[in-house]
């Protein structure tokens, strides 16, 4: 009888489900092209995305609805929201995609999932940093070596990357990554084997290259799960590791450490998250008009405003963090192949966890 | 118990409506998804490539992590089973002054895991932790990180698995008939003796099932290790993670998972072995209900009494830091230092005022309890025909039905999704990316092998006789199954139901890639607020989350062992029910053990 009971309420369950899915937005189930804005909906856009953490998804959706557009943020990692895309091209459920950086934008975009659009801003940034067809620039992100300044004076302090492992005042003191899953992690490393590179090498680095990345594994402390970089440095366990410039302040703040930052002569990868429009969205003309909106230089402004962000695009700087701004100006940019990056990544990624992780 | 002749099993128009529906169900969520999955993943141009397992065999890395992940599994095998059994009989065999208070310290693992439970030991005895910085003080030369490695990962995943004893083995002891006890006394056998020859081997099913469950757990380990296992222990599964996020190695995270996978059906199918030919049930005419026993050798009662109460302490330590924990602020809890004055609610405020408020709650709740419930009532049909009929097309069908145990679940998620973008006669030519069912059937089929395993073994511990007496009166099928069957099951399917209910309710592996738009269940939300996995907010989130789903599990077990306590009630007034029921039976009915109320499980450290 129970059982009976159980039954009857699973079949009404799904069916409630079913139906709000199938009545409000689902692109899919709606077969044809027109896809009727079903219900009070109205024509919802779906917005993947890396970047909606710390309240930015929040705020992003209030601001747009301001601007009368009607978001549903769908968060992911890096790699999870690049992996969902490429699964789900031959049917996108997303309209809109937005903050991975430019080696994740480029395997979407190899893979035939993004539309190409020029937004209305395309002019007011630099397009070097996209790819000037299918991803726009949005907001520049330094992939830095910090170190505890309050340990180490700015020339006792390690001068690049690699001074990490061959000088042994910084062994065992400076934190390693122990998975190369995040998007820091890799860029980290595409600009410690950039500069190796090696046409003849084992996954075009050369030798010498492949041995920095052992000895970073071998004199490098490893980073320990749940506790953040700055909480080890507070406690003294390490004094330096990777960190993008847009976490530095506010952690300082809250483990009450002082960080400096390292720029080495070669310069810093430079992480720039994207927008793009996805491939067969049915709401196209509404997409395009979203990434119009976002991108512009008051939107980008007010973003940089509440989330210390540098923005690429120039109109927008000045609404950004003065000291940030400042940082970027000095900043020197490494110059980095990304092309030959993300061809090899995924390769590069796979040596690393299999042979010099230990 | 010998095997059934397939001719006959075919006779059965009961077992050909459930065989249809179950060959239905694995060709198209269980094989049909992952057989292209798997495809995409070794044949990529449509060559087979030995690149994997060249790549993995000469990687000292990935094969010390994997030798770690087997070492793990049976060590947890054992020293779960040991630790299990002990709190098992402490609280519902043995006269143990508080057992009460006992049962719901040890029932704390019901309500948590992962990696927040394993912090919750390292706030303990890591080398900050408040047991080590005791002992340190007393003994100065001690090493102050001598709670890391192997050791701490076994210590910590043994304490947090054990889960499954607390429900299943605690249900089938319940069961057992009392009479054969006093028998087995009164012919001058020891406390031990009956415990050793009467009592454990009636446990064997249940035993064998929760053996195979924590093995799986041992190979699956993830976040002890990484918070606990320091340079020297590190296990395969986040190589298998970062492996399978990405697209050009994908061929090596799914080989490692056949391999684990390969080793689980093995484990699997010795169990079935040694399980095969035993009589699980009271043969005897009129049975009862077992009583506890008083331990006579008073130095053997106290050691029993001093052991039980440090575990105990053992158990619930962990659960009140990490309750107070979620209070300080997220620099505190990663720098362990805590003082009463920075406790505040702003954590809970923060959590509970987002723009998102309670909905991401309510949605898992609703695919959690929808899942769980299908999934359950669906193989309550399908465990009872695999464990009565027993020949070579039962035995397909078991093994095919733990096909999820094999890959990861963002694999199963991915395959769904290719499988199913576009229109597809096995479901009836729908769609189903996109839409809300799509999430719902990645939820039933991954709980399918741990619900067939309980539920097997609980069938395997009800009296034949009971049904074939039915059935020789008269009764059908259905009848004999809804009126004599179903009642024996239910403590244990009501508790495999709560335990798939809880474990859905965080899930993210499979949600990231399945949920739909407008209804994203909690796991998205909370991987939102505490990613980076580190920073200051995310890892007071990550405690904030974990404190509110022990109240959503706790209230969902005081549910389901409350109204199971009401149903055994109600229950002996019912005929047709012979009252000596056997085994199962007694445990419906008020429960010796009060503590059981509290009871509820969760996902177990992984």
Redesign the interface.
């Known amino acids: 009888m129970r059982k009976l009971q159980t039954l009857v309420a699973a079949a009404v369950a799904v069916t409630l489900l079913a139906g709000c899915g199938g009545g409000t937005a689902t692109p899919a189930a709606s077969g044809d092209a027109s896809s009727a804005p079903a219900g009070g909906s109205g024509e919802t856009l779906v917005v993947y995305t890396n970047s909606n953490g710390e309240g930015r998804g929040e705020w992003l959706t209030t601001k747009a609805a301001e601007a009368g557009f009607k978001i549903e943020i769908v968060g992911a990692g890096g790699a999870d929201a690049t992996n969902k895309l490429i699964a789900e091209k031959n049917n996108p459920i997303a309209d809109v995609a937005f903050g991975l950086n430019n080696m994740y934008f480029s395997q979407i975009t190899a893979e035939g999932a993004l539309e190409p659009y020029e937004p209305a801003w395309a002019g007011e940034v630099d397009k070097e940093l996209g790819d000037g067809e299918t991803y726009w620039p949005l907001v520049k992100q330094a992939i830095l070596l910090g170190y505890n300044s309050d340990k180490f004076a700015k020339d006792a302090a390690p001068q690049d990357w690699t001074d990490l492992w061959t000088k042994d005042e910084f062994k065992a003191r400076y934190e390693r990554v122990t998975g190369l899953g995040t998007a820091t992690a890799q860029l980290v490393f595409a600009g410690i084997l950039s500069r190796y590179r090696d046409d003849s090498g084992d996954l075009g680095i050369s030798d010498e290259g492949w041995k920095q990345v052992e000895q970073y594994f071998q004199n490098g402390s490893p980073a320990v799960a749940k506790t953040d970089l700055f909480a080890r440095i507070a406690s003294g366990e390490v004094d330096m590791g990777q960190m993008p410039s847009s976490i530095i302040a506010e952690r300082e703040k809250s483990f009450k450490v002082n960080v400096e930052t390292v720029i080495p002569s070669v310069g810093v990868p430079l992480a720039v998250e994207q927008v793009a429009l996805v491939k067969g969205t049915k709401k196209k003309e509404q997409a395009q008009k979203f990434i119009d909106w976002f991108g512009s230089a008051q939107v980008q402004g007010e973003f940089a405003q509440q989330f210390n962000s540098m923005p690429v695009n120039k109109s927008a700087e000045a609404k950004a963090n003065a000291e940030v701004v400042d940082f970027f100006a000095d900043l020197k940019q490494q110059d980095i192949d990304w092309e030959f990056v993300q061809e090899n990544m995924g390769a590069w990624v796979e040596k690393i966890e299999l042979e010099y992780m230990t | 118990m010998g095997g059934t002749p397939v001719r006959s099993m075919a006779r059965s128009p009961f077992v050909l409506v459930v065989g249809a529906v179950l060959t239905w169900f694995i060709a198209a969520f269980l094989v049909w998804p992952n057989v292209n999955v798997l495809i995409a993943t070794f044949f990529p141009d449509g060559d087979f490539s030995g690149r994997a397992a060249e790549?993995?065999f000469?990687?000292?890395?990935?094969m010390k992590a994997l030798g770690n992940s087997f070492l793990l599994a049976v060590a947890l095998s054992i020293t779960v089973n040991l630790v299990g059994i002990f709190i098992v009989l402490v609280t519902h065999y043995f006269r143990i002054r508080g057992s009460r208070i006992l049962f719901l310290g040890y029932a704390s693992t019901f309500i948590y895991g992962g990696?927040v439970l394993?912090?919750g030991y390292k706030f303990i005895y890591g080398d900050?932790g408040i047991v080590t910085s005791l002992l340190v003080k007393v003994f100065p030369a001690m090493d102050p990180g001598w709670f890391s490695g192997f050791f701490a990962v076994l210590v910590v995943m043994t304490f947090a698995t054990t889960t499954n004893h607390m429900l299943f083995v605690a249900n089938a002891l319940k069961g057992i008939d009392y009479q054969t006890i006093e028998a087995a006394r009164n012919l001058g056998a020891s406390t031990w003796t009956i415990l050793r020859r009467v009592v454990l081997p009636m446990l064997k099913p249940t035993l064998f099932a929760v053996t195979i469950l924590s093995f799986l757990t041992g190979l699956g380990a993830l976040?002890a290790p990484?918070?606990l296992g320091?340079?020297d222990f590190?296990t395969i599964t986040?190589?298998i993670?970062?492996?399978t996020?990405?697209?050009?190695?994908r061929d090596?995270a799914a080989l490692l998972a056949v391999i684990l996978g390969v080793a689980t059906i093995l484990m699997l199918a010795v169990m079935s072995r040694l399980e095969k030919g035993g009589t699980y049930f009271s043969v005897s005419k009129v049975s009862s209900a077992l009583e506890k026993q008083s331990i006579t050798n008073p130095v053997a009662n106290a050691a029993v009494h001093a052991v039980a109460y440090l575990l105990f302490a053992v158990y619930t330590l962990p659960v009140v830091l990490i309750v107070v924990y979620s209070f300080a602020?997220?620099?505190a809890i990663?720098?362990g230092q805590l003082t009463p004055g920075n406790l505040t609610l702003d954590n809970y405020v923060r959590v509970l005022t987002?723009?998102?408020g309670l909905r991401p709650f309510v949605v898992s709740v609703?695919?959690s309890?929808?899942a769980a419930?299908?999934a359950v009532?669906g193989l309550?049909f399908v465990a009872r025909l695999l464990q009565k009929y027993r020949n070579w097309v039962s035995a397909v069908f078991e093994y095919l039905l733990h096909i999820p145990w094999v890959l990861p679940s963002a694999l199963l998620a991915?395959g769904l999704?290719?499988s199913y973008?576009?229109p597809n006669p096995l479901v009836g030519g729908?769609?189903?990316?996109?839409?809300?069912?799509i999430l719902?059937i990645a939820f039933v089929t991954v709980k399918i092998p741990f619900t067939l395993r309980m539920l097997k073994a609980s069938f395997a511990s009800v009296n034949s006789s009971l049904e074939e007496a039915a059935a020789i009166m008269g009764a059908k099928t259905l009848y004999v199954f809804?009126r004599i069957l179903?009642p024996l099951v239910l403590p244990a399917a009501a508790a495999i139901t709560a335990l798939n209910f809880n474990s859905l309710l965080d899930d993210y592996d499979t949600a990231?890639?399945l949920?739909?738009?407008?209804?994203?269940p909690l796991g998205?939300v909370i991987?939102?607020?505490t990613?980076?996995?580190?920073?200051?907010?995310?890892?007071a989130n990550?405690f904030v989350y974990t404190v509110l789903l022990m109240v959503i599990t706790g209230v969902t077990m005081y549910l389901v062992y409350g109204r199971s306590r009401l149903?055994g009630s109600t229950k002996k007034r019912l005929p047709g029910i012979p009252p000596a029921a056997p085994v199962a039976g007694p445990t419906l009915s008020g429960a010796p053990v009060p503590g059981e109320d509290a009871t509820q499980p969760a996902a177990a450290v992984r």
Do not use: C, W
């Not at chain 2, 996020?245 to 190695?249: A, G, L, R």
């Not at chain 2, 729908?430 to 069912?437: E, R």
């Not at chain 2, 949920?515 to 994203?520: E, I, N, T, Y």
């Open positions: 790549k993995l000469s990687s000292q890395r990935a990696i394993a912090a900050k976040s990484q918070v320091g340079r590190q986040p190589m993670l970062t492996f996020n990405s697209p050009t190695s090596l602020d997220g620099a990663q720098t987002q723009q998102s609703v695919y309890a929808l419930l299908i009532g309550l991915l999704i290719i973008d576009h729908a769609v189903l990316t996109g839409t809300t069912v719902l809804r179903l990231i890639f949920a739909h738009p407008l209804v994203q998205l991987k939102a607020n990613d980076g996995a580190e920073g200051v907010e995310g890892v990550t149903r």
